[in-house]
């Protein structure tokens, strides 16, 4: 069964500094998905990893992926206020449905 | 293009009532989903359906029941709503399973079972 563990759950850090949040799988699967939730809305995808050793990167925010660890990181470079939110990756169970398997995630606050 | 909806946006109900809640996607994708967000538990898959006329049980499919009538809608029905079932409900859908096909999701309805 997959099981999916985001670290750490909560996360304050101050603008400017630089700061990743780890993702870890239990089973094999290439295809891993961070996601961005803000308060009362619904989850808008951030980066869509397919492969061993892909990286993606977007503004502040720079994802990756190491299938061979079954580990995911999304790096956050010199934070803005407006990152604040709750970043959630997501595995893709690879057994016919595709089903996508959700960490708890990891509410972050970017102090001024 | 509308991509996924969901209706109601937000529900009351009382303890044994049912309802049904909607999903609409404008897309042709050939899957969907339903999850439930709880606090601090991220989203948990209730049930899923590969293609119209399929279902199939996710994690937490206790007290719900789905139906893909028509490729672009999957309902989620609570036939006896439970307290428990207090949650925001997200449907999403993909194309399909090969290559570039991430999971959009609907904007979800908030539901309070009293």
């Known amino acids: 069964e997959l099981k999916v563990e985001q670290n750490p759950l909560f996360l304050s850090m101050q603008e400017g500094k630089n700061y990743t949040i780890y993702c870890n799988y239990s089973t094999t699967s290439d295809r891993l998905y961070w996601y961005r939730q803000d308060p009362g809305k619904s989850l808008e995808s951030l980066f869509v990893l397919l492969s061993n050793g892909a990286v993606k990167q977007e503004g502040r925010l720079m994802a990756s992926l190491d299938t061979k660890a079954r580990l995911s990181t999304l790096h956050i470079t010199a934070a803005v206020h407006d990152l604040s939110a709750t970043y959630f990756c997501a595995v893709e169970d690879q057994g016919g449905s595709e089903k996508l398997v959700f960490g708890k995630g990891t509410k972050l606050t970017v102090n001024p | 293009n509308a991509g996924v909806t969901q209706t109601p946006k937000f529900r009351v109900l009382k303890t044994g009532q049912s309802m049904t809640l909607l999903c609409a996607q404008d897309m042709n994708h050939e899957y969907m989903y339903w999850y439930r967000q709880d606090p601090g538990m991220g989203l948990r898959l209730i049930h899923y359906s590969v293609g119209e006329g399929t279902t199939a049980k996710g994690e937490v499919p206790d007290g719900y029941n789905v139906s893909r009538l028509k490729k672009q809608n999957f309902l989620l029905g609570l036939e006896s709503a439970a307290p428990s079932q207090t949650s925001v409900y997200f449907c999403?859908?993909?194309?399909?399973?090969?290559?570039?096909?991430?999971?959009?999701f609907g904007p979800g309805t908030r539901l309070t079972v009293l």
């Open positions: 999403a859908s993909r194309p399909g399973t090969s290559g570039y096909n991430e999971q959009f």
